[in-house]
């Protein structure tokens, strides 16, 4: 499993209303894009790559981020480059994309044209320059950052094979994973008290690790749940524009493959400084875990 969404799981959501695919690179491990792309294609839809997790992950020898027609990378201080806070956009080609984006970010004012103005509601998101400097100094140590992660990460594997009820990662096939974490499948048929006694076992012998990864999906916080936007309008799930269309509803059967995810994913920690004996350690009392909980 990778936990990734694939065309076969797209297509059943496109309706009329459609305006475009957004495929999330999960914990830096490609989606397999290329039928993702035929799928787009096929329907006249811009695909946009959420790469937050995944600098540096290839597919089929091309960079995640590049493959579609928009790539969004997240700078927040937990990835494998960061500012802080903050992220980096790209796009394929100006219009409509690069353009509209650059105002987005900037009041949608027009920096260097001949008569600027505001030309449509857009917030201030830009990055300062002290961001942008620490940024441009990371990317020469990005490539080191990943290439020492993926090789503790097939450590990691070696030592995790075979583990009854204890599933490592499954790279998606002409990949390179960058392992954003470690994640791997606990089997409630074989793990006693699952995922959650799985993460506690670990827990308690200093690993932080993070069973089930979110507590709850985003269609279940209260925002969308209760559709708490703009004061008590509803804006812009109820209204006029909405006339005629059916109501906004996220219901839990309608994302099974997520809800089933999240129930047997166990997120460990990752990092670039680990040593072999780091890993080696968390391999262990992930193999004690799995024969205690057998």
């Given at each position: ?28 491990n490609p989606c397999d894009m290329k ?145 954003w974490k470690y994640c791997v499948r ?109």
């Open positions: 499993m990778t936990y990734n969404v694939t065309a076969e799981t797209i297509e059943p959501h496109i309706t009329p209303r459609t305006r475009a695919i957004i495929v999330t690179h999960l914990f830096g039928p993702i792309l035929e799928l787009a294609a096929s329907k006249s839809l811009p695909v946009i790559e959420d790469a937050a997790q995944a600098f540096w992950a290839e597919y089929r020898g091309q960079r995640v981020g590049t493959i579609g027609d928009i790539g969004c990378f997240s700078l927040q201080q937990g990835k494998h480059m960061t500012s802080g806070e903050g992220g980096i956009v790209v796009a394929r080609s100006i219009e409509p994309y690069s353009r509209r984006m650059t105002l987005f970010i900037d009041k949608a004012w027009g920096y260097g044209d001949p008569k600027p103005d505001h030309y449509f509601l857009a917030p201030n998101y830009r990055m300062t320059e002290l961001q942008g400097a620490v940024v441009l100094g990371q990317l020469g140590k990005v490539e080191r950052v990943v290439e020492a992660r993926v090789q503790m990460a097939a450590i990691m594997d070696r030592l995790l094979e075979g583990v009854p009820g204890v599933q490592i990662p499954k790279v998606t096939a002409h990949s390179k994973h960058v392992y606990v089997d409630p048929d074989v793990i006693r008290g699952g995922v959650d006694a799985f993460g506690r076992y670990l827990a308690e012998r200093g690993i932080a690790c993070a069973p089930r990864y979110i507590q709850k999906p985003a269609f279940m916080c209260q925002i969308l749940r209760d559709q708490v936007t703009f004061g008590k309008s509803g804006f812009p799930f109820r209204g006029p524009h909405r006339a005629g269309l059916p109501p906004v509803e996220y219901r839990p059967e309608d994302y099974p493959g997520a809800a089933k995810a999240l129930a047997e994913v166990c997120v460990l920690p990752w990092n670039e400084k680990y040593s072999e004996e780091d890993v080696e350690y968390i391999a262990g009392v992930v193999k004690e875990a799995a024969n205690a909980l057998r």
